[in-house]
């Protein structure tokens, strides 16, 4: 995937005789870093519309499957007061987070059926080459831990690393959640969507396990909160 180099300019002009070039000169600065960060803003959009086409054109799973997560993913990293550089991240992992199944064989990937064993493995190799895309684009190299690791389980037993407890990322940690709660209550070649209530007693279930307890409690009292409200999700 080939990046195109970008050049950052600012510039200013003396207003008045007396005005210091040091002044001038910090003006100028600080509006080539603006006009820097609107660029790189412009090319990461750029890039992550150009990796959501790709696995569009391989996978089953929808951009409403990608969309959906990350609202999840953010309501859920904002209750949790997290920084607004971490809920930035969070947005971009969730719309990424299967970006390395684009490596994986479509007669695998759109398997109406569970995967056998060996199949399994390949399947398992997604987080990992997900992580090789992104941290080859420099813009999108923050997000490349959390694509890792999004498929880490509380209890050591998930997959690439086998971390365990807080040595996953609390983002991938976030996106974990939603990641299952999205699939469990959407339509699948091989089985029926379980209704939300569902999902969430299993996720209940499996709180201290494959999610972290205080993450999978946090999730879902906000899910239960916002269907008193109506507001829903």
Same mark, same amino acid.
């Given at each position: ?29 600080? /509006? ?14 750029? @890039?992550? @519309?150009? &990796? ?27 209750? &949790?007061? &997290? ?12 719309? @990424? =987070? ?5 490596? +994986? ?16 493995? +390949?399947?398992?190799? =997604? ?6 895309? &992104? +941290? ?13 690791? =999004? ?19 609390? +983002? ?18 091989? /089985? ?42």
């Amino acid at each position: 995937m080939g990046l195109k180099p970008s050049i950052g300019l600012g510039y200013a002009t003396k207003s008045s005789l007396g005005q210091k070039d040091s002044d001038l000169i910090k003006t100028a600065e600080n /509006r080539m870093y603006r006009h820097k960060m609107n660029n790189a803003q412009s090319s990461r959009s750029a @890039l992550v @519309l150009s &990796l959501q086409r790709a696995l569009a054109e391989k996978s089953y799973e929808t951009e409403e499957h990608a969309r959906h997560m990350q609202k999840l993913s953010v309501s859920l990293a904002k209750r &949790l007061n &997290l920084t607004e550089s971490q809920v930035n991240t969070i947005s971009l992992v969730a719309l @990424l =987070h299967d970006i390395g199944k684009v490596s +994986i064989p479509e007669d695998i990937l759109n398997k109406p059926g569970p995967l056998n064993a060996a199949e399994w493995k +390949i399947m398992k190799q =997604h987080c990992e080459s997900g992580y090789r895309i &992104l +941290i080859s684009c420099p813009e999108l190299r923050e997000v490349a831990e959390g694509v890792l690791a =999004h498929h880490e389980r509380w209890d050591g037993t998930g997959y690439p690393q086998g971390l365990r407890g807080a040595e996953i990322p609390i +983002i991938a940690r976030i996106v974990s959640l939603a990641d299952a709660y999205d699939a469990m209550i959407s339509q699948r070649p091989y /089985r029926s969507p379980m209704t939300p209530k569902e999902a969430l007693a299993e996720i209940k279930t499996y709180s201290g396990t494959q999610f972290d307890p205080n993450l999978a409690a946090e999730f879902i009292a906000m899910m239960e909160e916002a269907d008193k409200l109506g507001a829903g999700y």
